[in-house]
Nanobody, 118 residues
Framework: QVQVAESGGGLVQPGGSLRLSCAAS????????MGWYRQAPGKQRELVAD???????DYADSVKGRFTISRDAANNTIYLQMNSLKPEDTAVYYC????????????WGQGTQVTVSS
């Protein structure tokens, strides 16, 4: 019903920046929330940031002031601008799309690797 395509990961030095993109396609009209999660080795997957169709955002405390999530006017694409990256930001970042239509369903991208290292 909904396809999720991520891009933008890569290798950056500490203090650098990356911009992740996530495009949803298919039945995008019922999308309620889109967000970014990450999973580092040995850790549970955690919410990084999300945004609702109404524009409400939520951020993990660890990224507040450094990361910004945004959503385009068509509500089918989100971005995560990551500034002042730290080694502890290293993880696989996953895009999540939550659809609310009769039932709630979550769709996930395959993940994009972000590595922050010298």
């Amino acid at each position: 019903q909904v396809q999720v395509a991520e891009s933008g990961g890569g290798l950056v030095q500490p203090g650098g920046s990356l911009r992740l993109s996530c495009a949803a396609s298919g039945n995008i009209f019922a999308i309620y929330t889109m967000g970014w999660y990450r999973q580092a080795p040995g850790k549970q997957r955690e919410l990084v940031a999300d945004i609702t169709r109404g524009g409400t955002t939520d951020y993990a405390d660890s990224v507040k002031g450094r990361f910004t999530i945004s959503r385009d006017a068509a509500n089918n694409t989100i971005y995560l601008q990551m500034n002042s990256l730290k080694p502890e930001d290293t993880a696989v970042y996953y895009c999540n799309v939550q659809v609310r239509w009769l039932r709630t369903n979550d769709y996930w991208g395959q993940g994009t690797q972000v590595t922050v290292s010298s």
